[in-house]
């Protein structure tokens, strides 16, 4: 089997429904060489069947890394799916954000030794989200702003994540007070880089472990550059059951401690002492 250019993490639990459109989105990629590694949190047996019939059907490499549904434990099953990623390069998003059909080969174009890349997403409310369907997807009509604003979507300034051309989308890249943090939904860096820093802390639950990992990243020297207005998906709406207080706040003091101590390394990452 060759080595692909690109590993391609998406997180999922038990969102089947959502999961579909965003591997339809893969399936109509201009960059083909890549694979899919599927970081799934405990879903039941229905998702491990389709993705299965999925990579049977369209002939893309695809992995599904699975673990015991144990409550919210996305970091440590990026971790495993992180360890299994064959490619140097890595995209990672989730499972409920739909790829543009230039999405890999944005995140492949703008690849640098030395950095990370942060892209973002065009939010889509729940009426809109449950109207794409296969045919949207493969025609890419599902990006088009007049199809959206006629699906439910409210107009927005942000709808140039979606409109910009390559040269209003770099302006806009450059001009956005947006950091070019770490974003699980739309990120990618170099695998030698995410095991250096020992990948996600495992801690971490609910609530910016993304965000820690590139604060890691960065305290290792990788600089990081933003391409959100360049490598589009659209996130689908779905409730978040698993948001808590306590999370959030347990997270927020860990990756306090990551900036002030300017930590490099996880001890509950990957590699455990």
Known sequence: MNT??????ISTY????WLKKVLWGYAQQTFKDFE???ADDG??????????AFAQETGIALQHIWQEDDGFQKSRILNKALAACRADYIVMSDGDCIPRKDFLAVHYSHREKGYFLSGGYFMLPMETSKAIDKEAIVSGV??????????????TFKFHKLTAGKTLAKILNTLT???ASWNGHNASGWKTDLLAINGFDQRMQYGGQDRELGERLMNYGIKSKQIRYSAVCIHLDHPRGYKNQE?????RAIRSATRKEKRVWTDFGLIKK
Do not use: H
């Open 247 to 251: 999370s959030i706040d347990k997270n």
């Open 43 to 52: 879903s039941r047996a229905e998702t491990g069947e389709y993705v299965a």
């Open 142 to 155: 599902c990006f088009d702003k007049a199809w959206l604003l006629q699906k439910g979507m409210a107009s």
């Open 14 to 17: 038990n969102a089947l429904e």
């Open 4 to 9: 692909p250019q690109i590993s391609v993490v």
């Open 36 to 38: 899919l590694v599927i």
């Open 177 to 179: 007070p947006t950091n």
